[in-house]
């Protein structure tokens, strides 16, 4: 395989070391410049994809992007190119690097083989208020177990084989290491419980998925409170519920960071089909046996769940990155720079698509 770059976001804590950049396992820049971060990541897939092409060799790309998350930034060429202000800038910029890929995909002649899927890991930071995101009519946003914090829009790509459509099928981001080892011809570990199901069915037959349950932890799960909420087809149970990254100005107490934890029993249940803003609990005689089958669905799935020790336990000094070991006044000390243009063949001079 080919190089990659991965970029770790560790310098937004009091004390940590400033945010490196990695080739590797080598550190390129510390800190890490965001203003051309986006263009060096966009460089080093596309030279990837292109050595890849040219030896014939099948690869697997994994794009990682730092838009639009806080820190949100753009390059120079993009900064004041929308009427949506920061937010509007980098999501500008980032739908110039995925037009980059996919120009690459096409002048390297590999469009037609290469099956892309474009998805986000959770909802809209509602504390950054309007540069967090919106959610639309999905309840509260990132850091909640509402709709508007796990549900999030996918696309996929492939041409010839994923036809032009949409689907209202239930997936998620664990199906998607199995549905690619099984495109790929491969064969998924049988060594180790997994998550994930095949949804080939969805994207290349618009047929059914094999998913038809969700389940639902928060930030911080334990497994004393166990699943906070279940999904099983259209219907949707809240063992607990509590506030997530939004603040006062924001219009739901629910969402709130302040709000506690609350549980509820019964599970408060919701028809996403009928109420996707998760705003009236089902209630009445004829919903019994389906609350209680979420009952007996939670309490099997705690049962059978296996938790483990935490790895993030504290802070150490020796684990931070720092390119320069050794030096002080640490970790300010941690600084250097290795040209991207020599690495990347970056150009400053951006164009839009």
Known sequence: MQKTLVVLVTCLRTGDSP??????TKIINQPADFTTL???YTNAATSFIQKNTAAKTPFYLYFAYQHTHHPQFASQQFRNSSIRG??????SELD???GKIFETLQTTGVAENTFVF???DNGPSLTRQVRGGNQGLLKCGKGTTYEGGMRVPAIAWWPKMVKPGKTMEMAATVDVFVTIVMMGGGKVPTDRPI?????????????????????????GPSPSDGVFAIRNQQYKAHFFTKGGLAGKPYRD????GSTPKTKHDPPLLFDLLTDPSERFPLKGEEYNETIQQFINMAKQFNEEMTWHDSEIHGSSSSAMPCCNPGCS??????TCSHTTTQLYNFSPALEFL
């Open 329 to 334: 006044p640490f970790p300010s000390c941690c």
């Open 19 to 24: 945010c490196p950049l990695f080739e590797n």
């Open 195 to 219: 998550d994930g199901f095949n949804m080939a069915s969805v994207l290349l037959e618009g047929g059914k998925s094999l998913r038809d349950v969700y389940y639902y932890y928060p930030f």
């Open 96 to 98: 110039w690097s995925v």
């Open 38 to 40: 986006t263009a060096t």
């Open 86 to 91: 920061t937010f509007g800038d980098s999501l």
């Open 118 to 120: 474009f998805t986000a």
């Open 253 to 256: 107490q629910d969402c709130w």
